[in-house]
């Protein structure tokens, strides 16, 4: 571009002496021609050439030469032009037609003259001056600083680059400066004008502001990037490596670009494996699912890595490499062992179980009719049920049939405790995982253990019944000695008013039949409860009142307590709810409680009434059984242990009472405690909850 403003410059001065040069020389021709005819016409008028006709031919003959000299040259002279304003027209055709901004300007940048697309390109309505008044107010500077320049001894070219503001802003309204590159040349020896052409390179600018941003966001892609990223050459020398690559090995860029093998990364003592891995890979004979590797840190430490190798193929097609990727897989690789290892340990635990564990994919709707499949088993289920899913399904069948968690598989005979559930497989779908325990070895203990019970609790009756055999000898006794003075009586009045041979009075003899009968009913009543009492074994749940399981445990313990002279006394609330319950094992409840209270109050305490309280209350949905004496209290070492099995503070006692009397309590889903009785000395509590309607109209 200063070429060509050069080259302008110099085609300008020549045109001007050119110029110069055939005007001079015109004006100088025809003057010397008109001064040889103003001589030619003297000379005829003055009769010189009539004088000596010698001198008229040579006159005539210069003349004529000259002319023709004249009229050569002004043809040489004029075809000269002619091509000179030919070159003239094609330059200022150029200078018109050219699509870049052209112009003329001052020493101080003020604007000389312009060429159309400079007109264009900056609205010369806009009144500008100068060119640096076009330019954008932060790039003034930059264009004022060049012009000073270019003006300065010396230097006759420069170029900058700046924003100006195009006509067509003017009418968006919107400011949209474009980026124009000048080239600007002064010619010394003309003038004191400044040349200058500028082009627009905005969509440049904004084409290497693209590549730039784009650029460093690849650069950003690239440093943000957990894999390491490595280039080699055909000839296995590195040619590029990523930020996340050097921090991997611990070296700095620098160091790796243009490295040969053995690289530094290398482990000590592995060159011969690394090398035939280098290789395979120049060889591009890698598996295309990667490999795994082994790579040193500066600091020494090994680490392992996955490795994957593609070509590298620039835009002619052409093979000129190879990439690599490398992902730090020690942490990956570790935690994969120790969850193989959590796996193996959990498939050994799972083989190990006792249960049988079996999952299986539900049926498809469509194929109701086919084996569900099993998806997993262990050892157990596969010893029980073998490698199909029927003992699966045949033991939720008998679940179902059941009603509960317990189930009996006639197949092989056992107990089996069934824990099913929905779980999410590892295909993401939903499957059934069931967990069937054998508890046959437990139902046959339960039962075992269960009739122990009946027999110790018969057991405990029969003792209690021992100790109760003075006591019911003298209970009886009244009644058999009434109904023998009552017979005797009877007898002695018959006989009597036979010898006055009177008739017997059937009246008084029915009155004294009905005493004699009332006291065998009463004698028969108590042999009848002692051997209910004692008889009983199997448990027998049925709708029963307060006042029939209270009145029956009284009567009994009453016989203990009449010995003892201890008073029982009753506090029972009205309208109390009936209960579904086995009267007979709550009467044995009630009577050892009872029992232990009389025997309580063997020796009160000097002042304390000689007194055993039963009390009967509703709590909520409960009702409160209390037996609550008035004897000298449990000590606290000694509470704490009231209800183990075999342990007791009586001399005679086996220590199983109250350990049965909590068994039965619970089983009815109460609770037995002991505490201390406001009154002073000791209260046992327990409480059996109400049983709903429902209940109650079934067991009826």
Not at 27 to 48: D, E, Q
Not at 203 to 226: H, K, N, V, Y
């Amino acid at each position: 571009m200063n070429n060509w403003l050069a080259r302008t410059a110099e085609d300008t001065s020549a045109l001007r002496a050119m110029r110069w040069f055939t005007i001079t020389h015109g004006v100088a021709m025809g003057g010397f021609v008109v001064m040889m005819a103003l001589f030619l016409w003297f000379a005829h008028w003055s009769g010189l050439d009539e004088a000596d006709p010698l001198l008229e031919r040579p006159l005539q003959l210069a003349v004529v030469g000259l002319s023709l000299s004249v009229l050569l040259i002004l043809l040489l002279l004029g075809r000269h032009a002619r091509r000179r304003l030919a070159a003239e027209l094609e330059r200022d055709r150029l200078f018109t037609l050219s699509p870049d901004p052209l112009c003329v300007l001052g020493l101080d940048g003020a604007l000389v003259r312009g060429n159309p697309a400079f007109e264009r390109f900056f609205s010369p309505e806009r009144g500008e001056a100068s060119i640096i008044d076009r330019a954008h107010p932060d790039d003034r500077h930059v264009v004022s600083n060049a012009i000073e320049s270019v003006a300065r001894p010396g230097q006759v070219a420069t170029s900058f680059e700046a924003r100006f503001l195009p006509a067509t802003a003017d009418q968006t309204g919107a400011p949209s400066w474009r980026w124009l590159q000048w080239a600007v040349r002064r010619d010394p020896n003309s003038p004191p004008l400044l040349y200058a052409i500028a082009r627009d390179t905005t969509e440049r600018r904004e084409a290497e502001a693209a590549l730039a941003a784009e650029t460093l966001f690849r650069q950003a892609m690239e440093d943000s990037l957990l894999t390491g990223m490595r280039a080699f050459d055909r000839d296995g020398r590195i040619t590029y490596v990523n930020r996340a690559f050097c921090e991997m090995v611990g070296l700095p860029q620098q160091e790796l670009i243009g490295a040969r093998a053995p690289f530094p990364y290398w482990p000590d003592g592995d060159e011969v494996l690394q090398m035939a891995q280098l290789e395979r890979l120049l060889a591009g004979a890698t598996p295309r699912t990667g490999f795994e590797v082994k790579l040193r840190r500066s600091n020494g430490s090994v680490f392992d890595a996955k490795m994957y190798v593609s070509p590298l193929i620039d835009r002619d097609g052409r093979h000129t490499g190879w990439m690599t990727s490398i992902s730090d897989i020690t942490e990956p690789l570790r935690i994969r062992e120790a969850l193989a290892a959590a796996h193996e340990r959990f498939t050994t635990v799972l083989e190990e179980l006792d249960a049988a564990v079996s999952v299986v994919a539900p049926n498809d709707p469509a194929h109701e009719t086919q084996a569900p499949e099993l998806l997993f088993a262990n050892r157990m289920y596969r010893q029980l049920f073998g490698v199909t899913g029927d003992g699966h399904c045949s033991l939720l069948k008998a679940r179902a049939e059941a009603g509960g968690n317990e189930t009996f598989h006639n197949g092989l005979g056992r107990w089996f405790e069934l824990r099913a559930r929905e779980i999410r497989w590892v295909d993401g779908s939903v499957v059934q995982m069931l967990v069937a325990t054998d508890i046959s070895a437990r139902r046959e203990a339960d039962e075992q253990l269960r009739w122990q019970e009946q027999k110790l609790q018969q057991s405990s009756r029969l003792v209690t019944m021992g100790e109760m055999a003075s006591s019911l000898a003298h209970e009886l006794n009244q009644p058999l000695t009434a109904i023998s003075n009552y017979c005797m009586g009877l007898a002695a009045r018959i006989r009597a008013m036979a010898a006055q041979g009177r008739n017997t009075d059937p009246a008084v003899l029915l009155e004294a039949l009905q005493k004699t009968s009332a006291q065998a009913e009463r004698a028969g009543e108590v042999i009848r409860r002692i051997r209910n009492f004692v008889k009983r074994s199997e448990a027998e749940r049925r709708v029963c009142r307060v006042s029939e399981i209270t009145g029956e445990a009284l009567e009994l313990a009453s016989i203990d307590s009449t010995r003892h002279r201890v008073r029982l006394q009753t506090d029972i609330a009205r309208d109390l709810p009936d209960l579904l319950a086995d009267p007979i094992l709550l009467q044995q409840v009630l009577l050892n409680l009872l029992k232990n209270g009389v025997e309580a109050m063997r020796d009160p305490p000097p002042g304390s009434p000689r007194v055993v309280t039963l009390r009967v209350r509703r709590a909520g949905d409960s009702l409160e059984f209390s037996v609550s004496d008035r004897g000298a209290g449990i000590r606290e070492e000694v509470q704490a242990r009231l209800f183990e099995p075999f342990f007791t503070t009586k001399a005679e006692g086996m220590g199983i009472g109250l350990n049965i009397c909590r068994s039965i309590v619970e089983s009815h889903q109460g609770r037995l405690w002991a505490e201390r009785a406001e009154e002073g000395g000791t209260c046992f509590r327990f409480t059996l909850p109400i049983a709903g309607e429902a209940d109650l109209a079934q067991a009826a």
